[in-house]
């Protein structure tokens, strides 16, 4: 049986996921006394790494192999594989590394080292329980896994998803969370209408016992946090911009490593209007991007651009049609999830890198004058004039 089942495996090695379903671990440790494993534990731990729903990766792939071929075939007795041989050759290395180690002490470690895997396995199980599962409970967001994608839904739709106060420390929780999940690429969406209309003007009006110059201080300290959080984010991130989209929610875009807009969606950024300056890194990434000129007419004049044109200002990758935006989309969202996971975030670190430490010092500077500014009468008067419905921008 032995010989039957791990040829076959051995084969598919550095290939394909595992299978489907957990199994209760091993216990071959009592008191601290490690026991010896029999040949039918072999059997088993032989039979429940096919059963493994996570894919352990290559490095165990290879480690479980030369454990195998260790305990039944004792030390490395094949020739060594030609340099372009690859697969062949790590398997190999991976077998000769082991040198004399004893069959048995290999079939104890094959056995320990499966046990650990199935744990690990059914740990995970509880957390990613379906193919769409739900990660955490959040007020203003849903947040989705599914095809190795993690979705962050804005989810204010009444509110055309306005960020408030909340939904600020939500979003910085869910990107937390995204970046340490087995996805390959996470996507910022909005549900309803709208992408996002910007900041909850009613967060102006929230105003803490410090008084208004305590608010400015700790709305400042969120937003750098905020934007932060995006500066930081190490995988691919991508926007998927379903309508129109305002104020911080357009001048993240300049953080993202792809922005696919509906041709539905607008850009627009009216600081100038609310008596505001820009953020979310724009003052840097928008005059990079468009160049100082069209910077300038968005984020000074306010001036709210379709999405072809925000397109060939080179701030959107794509645009589609409104009626097919959704399929065509996470077609080819599906399609990218299955690139190489390590290669596209090394990649992502690698063109963004160099980059970091400009993007947080930008990040403190427009933070802080922000702090000044949204106490300015500028301000409040036009935030009182929205909150009062005699604006509509
Ligand atoms: C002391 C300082 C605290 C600061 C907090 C920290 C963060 C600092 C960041 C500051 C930098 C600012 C960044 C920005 O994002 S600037 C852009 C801000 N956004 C806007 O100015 C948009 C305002 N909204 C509108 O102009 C219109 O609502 C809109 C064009 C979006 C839609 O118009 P429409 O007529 O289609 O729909 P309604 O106006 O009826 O909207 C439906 C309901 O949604 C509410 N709404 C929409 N957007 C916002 C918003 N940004 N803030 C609060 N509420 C919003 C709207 O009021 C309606 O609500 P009701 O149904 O209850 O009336």
Same mark, same amino acid.
């Given at each position: 049986?032995?010989?039957?089942?791990?040829?076959?495996?051995?084969?598919?090695?550095?290939?394909?996921?595992?299978? +489907?379903?957990?199994?209760?671990?091993?216990?071959?440790?009592? #008191?601290?006394?490690?026991?010896?494993?029999?040949?039918?534990?072999?059997?088993?731990?032989?039979?429940?790494?096919? =059963?493994?729903?996570?894919?352990?990766?290559?490095?165990?792939?290879?480690?479980?192999?030369?454990?195998?071929?260790?305990?039944?075939?004792?030390?490395?007795?094949?020739?060594?594989?030609? +340099? *372009?041989?690859?697969?062949?050759?790590?398997?190999?290395?991976?077998?000769?590394?082991?040198?004399?180690?004893?069959?048995?002490?290999?079939?104890?470690?094959?056995?320990?080292?499966?046990?650990?895997?199935?744990? #690990?396995?059914?740990? #995970?199980?509880?957390?990613?329980?379906?193919?769409?599962?739900?990660?955490?409970?959040?007020?203003?967001?849903? +947040?989705? #896994?599914?095809?190795?994608?993690?979705?962050?839904? =804005?989810?204010?739709?009444?509110?055309?998803?306005?960020?408030?106060?909340?939904?600020?420390?939500?979003?910085?929780?869910?990107?937390?969370?995204?970046?340490?999940?087995?996805?390959?690429?996470? +996507?910022?969406?909005?549900?309803?209408?709208?992408?996002?209309?910007?900041?909850?003007?009613?967060?102006f009006?929230?105003?803490?016992?410090?008084?208004?110059?305590?608010? $400015?201080?700790?709305?400042?300290? =969120?937003?750098?946090? *905020?934007?932060?959080?995006?500066?930081?984010?190490?995988?691919?991130?991508?926007?998927?911009?379903?309508?129109?989209?305002?104020?911080?929610?357009?001048?993240?875009?300049?953080?993202?490593?792809?922005?696919?807009?509906?041709?539905?969606?607008?850009?627009?950024?009216p600081f100038s209007h609310l008596g505001l300056t820009?953020?979310?890194?724009?003052?840097?990434?928008?005059?990079?991007?468009?160049?100082?000129?069209?910077?300038?007419?968005?984020?000074?004049?306010?001036?709210?651009?379709?999405?072809?044109?925000?397109?060939?200002?080179?701030?959107?990758?794509?645009?589609?049609?409104?009626?097919?935006?959704?399929?065509?989309?996470?077609?080819?969202?599906? $399609?990218?999830?299955?690139?190489?996971?390590?290669?596209?975030?090394?990649?992502?670190?690698?063109?963004?890198?160099?980059?970091?430490?400009?993007?947080?010092?930008?990040?403190?500077?427009?933070?802080?004058?922000l702090?000044?500014r949204c106490l300015s009468d500028e301000c409040i008067n036009a935030a009182?004039n929205?909150?009062?419905?005699?604006?509509?921008?």
């Open positions: 049986m032995v010989a039957r089942l791990a040829p076959r495996w051995c084969l598919r090695a550095l290939r394909s996921p595992l299978q +489907v379903i957990g199994f209760p671990s091993l216990q071959l440790h009592m #008191s601290g006394i490690a026991m010896r494993a029999s040949q039918e534990d072999f059997e088993n731990a032989l039979n429940q790494v096919k =059963l493994l729903k996570k894919d352990p990766g290559n490095e165990v792939k290879l480690k479980l192999y030369a454990l195998y071929k260790q305990a039944t075939e004792g030390p490395c007795n094949m020739p060594k594989p030609g +340099v *372009f041989d690859f697969i062949n050759k790590a398997k190999w290395d991976a077998w000769d590394a082991l040198g004399n180690l004893p069959k048995e002490t290999a079939r104890q470690n094959y056995v320990d080292l499966v046990s650990s895997l199935s744990s #690990s396995s059914e740990s #995970s199980n509880q957390v990613q329980p379906g193919t769409d599962r739900k990660q955490q409970e959040y007020e203003n967001l849903v +947040v989705t #896994s599914e095809d190795g994608i993690t979705k962050i839904t =804005l989810n204010r739709p009444t509110k055309k998803n306005a960020i408030n106060t909340q939904m600020y420390q939500e979003i910085i929780l869910a990107l937390k969370a995204a970046s340490n999940d087995d996805s390959i690429l996470t +996507v910022v969406t909005g549900n309803g209408d709208y992408y996002c209309s910007g900041n909850d003007l009613t967060n009006m929230d105003i803490p016992p410090g008084g208004v110059e305590e608010k $400015a201080k700790q709305s400042a300290v =969120l937003l750098r946090d *905020f934007v932060g959080s995006f500066i930081d984010f190490p995988k691919p991130l991508i926007a998927v911009v379903n309508g129109p989209a305002m104020g911080i929610s357009v001048t993240i875009l300049g953080l993202f490593d792809a922005v696919y807009a509906s041709d539905r969606a607008t850009f627009h950024t820009p953020e979310g890194c724009a003052s840097y990434t928008f005059p990079k991007i468009m160049g100082p000129a069209k910077a300038t007419e968005m984020l000074i004049f306010g001036k709210k651009l379709t999405a072809g044109e925000a397109c060939a200002q080179g701030l959107v990758t794509e645009v589609f049609p409104d009626s097919t935006f959704q399929k065509e989309v996470w077609t080819r969202l599906k $399609a990218y999830s299955k690139l190489p996971k390590n290669a596209m975030k090394i990649s992502k670190q690698v063109i963004r890198n160099m980059e970091k430490e400009k993007l947080h010092a930008v990040n403190a500077e427009e933070s802080s004058v702090q000044e009182v929205f909150l009062s419905k005699r604006a509509k921008l």
